[in-house]
Structures are given as structure tokens and as C-alpha cells.
């Protein structure tokens, strides 16, 4: 079995306070985009262990991958013995960049998984295999284009279908931002305000509401004191591109919207020819919103 797990970005992200399970209750818009890594799944002989083997990016680590979890865990729920599974993974979406690639490998995993062994969860025990992956896999375990993702990530709402025209430019710089330390700084530097603002994205003009949508990402000061050369980074796009860049998730990758593929290719073409100092090293993807390729990338 072959498939495609896209990745996703955060076009708002609020976070609430630390609940006593260490997560923090969020409401987040997630917009799935066409950057897709590519997993390949096939049952294998006997009674032996699952095997992956990975390619593409480097620091995907073989033996202690989303990908194994998802199918131990779905071996789990089923509650049998079941032959081992045989994959391969891709990796084409940068890691540890905000973009939950491991999210979306993880639910493809378990679909997968489910059709190898010819099995059916129920939506409630699939729901609980998700979440326990991970906060970001109930939005992969589900289809939409785009979702409201609320309290640890369990509630996923479908948002209007985004417009068909929308294109990103991402720019993935060589800092590798873990979420779970992102989040421990939020707490530390007592980063929550309840008096926040919430902005939501305006499909009909989501170029223009991205000017709002900028700072609706409450992590972006915790992953600053972390990775403080984000601040230049996003100066330095601003500048050249003359429109406002987000972050996505715990960062750190960075992104601008743009209303067609006929802007933002030539965009990312341009912030490579630019040969700024401080992009030196970065991932360059423009993307739309469909893929799974990108329409454009660098290196
Ligand atoms: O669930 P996942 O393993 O993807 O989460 C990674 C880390 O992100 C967690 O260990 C936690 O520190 C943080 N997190 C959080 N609140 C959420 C989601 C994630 O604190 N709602």
C-alpha cells in the first residue's frame, strides 16, 4: 500500500494554560498543504517483528519512528496476533519544523496498517490510538482540507473548504525547535494572557488576513528565546518579500500566503537568488495546497 501524508501548517494557535496532564488546552487553525512525505506498507513473513527502513531527510531515525508506534499501537486495539509489517518512509517534509510530518506518517501508518490486516477499529477506539500518538494526529486521522483544532487536539472541526488558488512559500531554517521544549517555555516565562485577542483566517481574503494572522501564534515568543535568530529571519523576509510571515506550530518554519502559484514560485526563486546571509541553509518549499509535491523547492 502506497500513501501520501501531507503536512499541515497553524494559521492561529492559541494556547491556554498547562492542564495536569502537561498539555495545554489550544485552539488552532490547521491548514493541510501539499508537501507529502511518501510511506509504503507490505505485509511481511511469519511472526516476526514490524521492519521500517527510511529515506530522504536526514536525522529521521529508523528505529524509534511514529511509523512503528502507530502500528504497534493499532496491533494493540485489535488485540491479536497479526503478521509484521514491511514499510518504507520517505522523508520529504523537514523534521522537527512545526510541519507535524510525523503526525501525518503516523496517521497514514495506521490506516494503512488497518488495511494490511483487513481490520476495523471503532471511530472511538481510533480516535484514542490517534490521540495517543499525538495531539496533531486526530486532524490527519480525519480529511479536511482545513480544521479548528481544540483542547489537546482531540476536537477537530472542519472549517469552509480554503480557497482552491492559495499557495505558501515556506522557508525551514537549519534550527531544530522541539516542541515539547517550546511548550516548557511558554510555562516558564508565564507566556499565557487570557486576555488575548483570538483571530480566526478570512477564506474569502486570506491574503489580506494575514497581516492579523501574524502574531496569532502564542508559541512564537517562546521558540524566540529559544531560537533568537528567528526574529532576524522573519525581518529579513518581510523585507524582501514586502508581506507578512507566520509561524507555523512550535516553529521553525516560517511562511508567507500567496493568492496564486504565478507569485509564489517566483517568490522562493527570488529568496534564493537574494543570497541573504541569514537564509543561508534553509529549506525552501512554495507549495499549494493540494500537492503532494511541491511546486517549487530548494535545495
Ligand atoms: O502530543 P505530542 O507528542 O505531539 O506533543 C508534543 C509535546 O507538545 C508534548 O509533550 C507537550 O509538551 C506539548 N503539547 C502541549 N499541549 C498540546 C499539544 C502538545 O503541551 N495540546
Given amino acids: 500500500m502506497h500513501a501520501r501524508p501531507r503536512a499541515k501548517v497553524n494559521l492561529t494557535l492559541s494556547v491556554g494554560e498547562r492542564g495536569r496532564d502537561g498539555y495545554h488546552p489550544l485552539e488552532s487553525a490547521f491548514l493541510r498543504i501539499g508537501l507529502a512525505d511518501d510511506l509504503t506498507v507490505a505485509l511481511g513473513d511469519g ?22 508506534r502507530a502500528f504497534d ?12 509489517l514491511v514499510a ?21 501508518a495506521v490506516d494503512c496498517a488497518l488495511q494490511m490486516w483487513g481490520a476495523a477499529l471503532s471511530p472511538a477506539a481510533l480516535a484514542n490510538v490517534a490521540l495517543d500518538l499525538g495531539a496533531d494526529v486526530p486532524f490527519f486521522a480525519g480529511n ?3 480544521a479548528l483544532v481544540r483542547g ?17 512559500v515556506l522557508v525551514t531554517p537549519q534550527v531544530a525547535l522541539s516542541t515539547t521544549a517550546v511548550f516548557a517555555r511558554f510555562d516558564d516565562l508565564k507566556l499565557f494572557d487570557p486576555g488575548k485577542k483570538r483571530e480566526t483566517p478570512n477564506w474569502s481574503d486570506l491574503v489580506a488576513s494575514a497581516e492579523r494572522l501574524r502574531d496569532a501564534n502564542d508559541l512564537w515568543p517562546a521558540a524566540l528565546t529559544i531560537a533568537p535568530e528567528l526574529a532576524g529571519l522573519r525581518d529579513e ?4 518579500t514586502g508581506r507578512p510571515w507566520l509561524m507555523s506550530g512550535s516553529g521553525s518554519t516560517l511562511f ?15 529568496l534564493v537568488a537574494s543570497e541573504s546571509e541569514i537564509l543561508g541553509g534553509a529549506i525552501i518549499n ?4 493540494i500537492g503532494p509535491d511541491p511546486l517549487w523547492r530548494y535545495p
Avoid: C, F, M, W
Avoid at 74 to 82: D, K, Q, T
Avoid at 88 to 108: E, F, N, V, Y
Avoid at 152 to 168: I, N, S, Y
Avoid at 286 to 289: E, P, T
Fill in 88 to 108: 518504507h518512509l520517505d522523508k520529504r517534509i523537514p523534521i522537527t519544523a512545526g510541519l507535524a510530518g510525523g503526525s501525518a506518517d503516523a496517521a497514514a
Fill in 144 to 146: 479536511a482540507a482545513a
Fill in 237 to 240: 523576509l518581510e523585507r524582501l
Fill in 286 to 289: 512554495a507549495v499549494d495546497l
Fill in 152 to 168: 489537546r487536539g482531540e476536537h477537530v472541526q472542519p472549517l469552509p473548504q480554503p480557497p482552491a488558488d492559495v499557495t505558501l
Fill in 47 to 68: 511472526l516476526g517483528a514490524d521492519v521500517l527502513t527510511v529515506s530522504g531527510r536526514p536525522g529521521a531515525d529508523a528505529t524509534d519512528n511514529i511509523v512503528l
Fill in 73 to 84: 499501537a493499532v496491533r494493540r486495539a485489535i488485540g491479536a496476533e497479526l503478521p509484521p
Fill in 256 to 270: 508567507a500566503i500567496y493568492g496564486s502559484a504565478d507569485e509564489s514560485v517566483p517568490a522562493a526563486r527570488s
